[in-house]
């Protein structure tokens, strides 16, 4: 966040600070709002919406897809819907039975449409608009949205960083998702040089023109966690959000020295549709200390990435998340970045 400096046409230093903090985050009031609810498609749509950016200033335009919205003015309106839709799931999970993937990303998508469908005073345009030139397809715009402020076009990412072992992680090239095939700063230059621009382009303005819609503003929402090395510590990348979700990452021989120093709670791994809200598992599917450490066992030496969960009993039958770890192989990362 900007740091202070004089008032600029009238406002305040605090008044402009409140204002990009709505813009950035307007629900920062519900951000425990995920945890209280019970049907996981509902705590992921929740956590989508109320979940902080991984970045507060990144190299591109940014703004919260809800910013103008009057769930932006008053929360409790969005409150209200979310504890709503966790009573009667139904809608979501209809909408959601569309989905031909299991890719994470497209779930992500997938549950900000409805959001935005669902949203007063934001009217959903398109949805993965394909813009074409002859038989080629230069890309597509994941929203094209009309609020009080304009038309926006938004590219949305669910992203999973984890930081370099050695500390220095100002820069973005160090930080890598799971698989070592993905790299922050790749992700941010692809945003910024082409999936931003798109909209902008010449073959764009027919597509939308057929919407009724001449200039648009663009911007990205980046979500997601970024993990931490250890034993050993790591800046943040320059540019994160001072409340960005965290987590850990360890090398395999490391666990050892990890559960001794973590002892409480339950461990068990999470699936990959599983990876955005905090987990909250019913206590039959709660695995036992034997069952996670036989699966452990058997883990191979060279098994990818896999993100693990420490679950505490929440009473009423249920054990929730407390923190969560990407296990990786004592190679990792075994690709060159």
């Given at each position: 966040?900007?740091?202070?400096?004089?008032?600029?046409m009238?406002?305040?230093?605090?008044?402009?600070?409140?204002?990009?903090?709505r813009?950035?985050?307007?629900?920062?009031d519900?951000?425990?709002?995920?945890?209280?609810?019970?049907?996981?498609?509902?705590?992921d749509?929740?956590?989508?919406?109320?979940?902080?950016?991984?970045?507060?200033q990144?190299?591109?335009?940014q703004?919260?897809?809800?910013?103008?919205?009057?769930?932006?003015?008053?929360p409790?309106?969005?409150?209200?819907?979310?504890?709503?839709?966790?009573q009667?799931?139904?809608?979501?999970?209809?909408w959601?039975a569309?989905?031909?993937?299991?890719?994470l990303?497209?779930?992500?998508?997938?549950?900000?449409?409805?959001?935005?469908?669902?949203?007063?005073?934001?009217?959903?345009?398109a949805?993965?608009?394909?813009?074409?030139?002859?038989?080629?397809?230069?890309?597509?715009?994941?929203?094209?949205?009309?609020?009080?402020?304009?038309?926006?076009?938004?590219?949305?990412?669910?992203?999973?960083?984890?930081?370099?072992?050695?500390?220095?992680?100002h820069?973005?090239?160090?930080?890598?998702?799971?698989?070592?095939?993905?790299?922050?700063?790749?992700?941010?230059?692809?945003l910024t040089?082409?999936?931003?621009?798109?909209?902008?382009?010449?073959?764009?303005?027919?597509?939308?023109?057929?919407?009724?819609?001449?200039?648009?503003?663009?911007?990205?929402?980046l979500?997601?966690?970024?993990?931490?090395?250890?034993?050993?510590?790591?800046?943040?990348p320059?540019?994160?959000?001072?409340?960005?979700l965290?987590?850990?990452?360890?090398?395999?021989?490391?666990?050892?020295?990890?559960?001794?120093?973590?002892?409480?709670?339950?461990?068990?791994?999470?699936p990959r549709?599983?990876?955005?809200a905090?987990?909250?598992?019913?206590?039959?599917?709660?695995w036992?200390?034997?069952?996670?450490?036989?699966?452990?066992?058997?883990?191979?030496?060279?098994?990818?990435?896999?993100?693990?969960?420490?679950?505490e009993?929440?009473g009423?039958?249920?054990?929730?998340?407390?923190?969560?770890?990407?296990?990786?192989?004592?190679?990792?990362?075994?690709?060159?970045?």
């Amino acid at each position: 966040m900007a740091g202070a400096a004089s008032g600029i046409m009238g406002e305040t230093t605090s008044q402009r600070q409140t204002g990009y903090a709505r813009w950035m985050t307007p629900f920062a009031d519900l951000h425990d709002l995920p945890c209280q609810l019970r049907r996981p498609a509902v705590r992921d749509l929740a956590w989508a919406v109320l979940s902080p950016p991984l970045l507060s200033q990144p190299p591109c335009p940014q703004r919260h897809p809800l910013a103008a919205s009057p769930w932006a003015d008053d929360p409790g309106r969005l409150r209200h819907w979310l504890l709503a839709l966790d009573q009667d799931d139904q809608p979501l999970r209809d909408w959601l039975a569309r989905l031909t993937s299991h890719r994470l990303g497209l779930y992500y998508e997938s549950l900000w449409q409805f959001a935005l469908g669902q949203a007063p005073g934001v009217e959903l345009l398109a949805a993965n608009l394909p813009i074409r030139e002859g038989g080629h397809t230069l890309g597509e715009l994941d929203i094209v949205l009309r609020d009080r402020e304009g038309v926006h076009h938004l590219e949305l990412a669910i992203k999973l960083y984890l930081g370099p072992p050695g500390g220095d992680g100002h820069d973005p090239a160090h930080w890598l998702g799971p698989g070592c095939h993905d790299r922050l700063d790749r992700k941010l230059d692809h945003l910024t040089g082409h999936q931003l621009t798109i909209s902008a382009c010449a073959q764009s303005r027919p597509v939308l023109a057929m919407l009724g819609v001449g200039e648009v503003q663009a911007h990205a929402w980046l979500g997601g966690y970024l993990f931490y090395p250890w034993p050993g510590y790591a800046e943040p990348p320059s540019g994160a959000h001072a409340q960005h979700l965290r987590g850990r990452w360890l090398r395999r021989s490391d666990w050892h020295a990890y559960r001794q120093a973590n002892p409480t709670g339950r461990w068990q791994p999470l699936p990959r549709h599983a990876w955005l809200a905090p987990a909250r598992v019913d206590a039959d599917d709660c695995w036992l200390p034997g069952q996670f450490q036989a699966w452990l066992q058997a883990l191979d030496v060279m098994a990818p990435a896999h993100l693990l969960a420490r679950l505490e009993d929440a009473g009423d039958r249920a054990w929730e998340e407390a923190e969560r770890v990407f296990l990786v192989a004592d190679s990792w990362p075994r690709l060159s970045p």
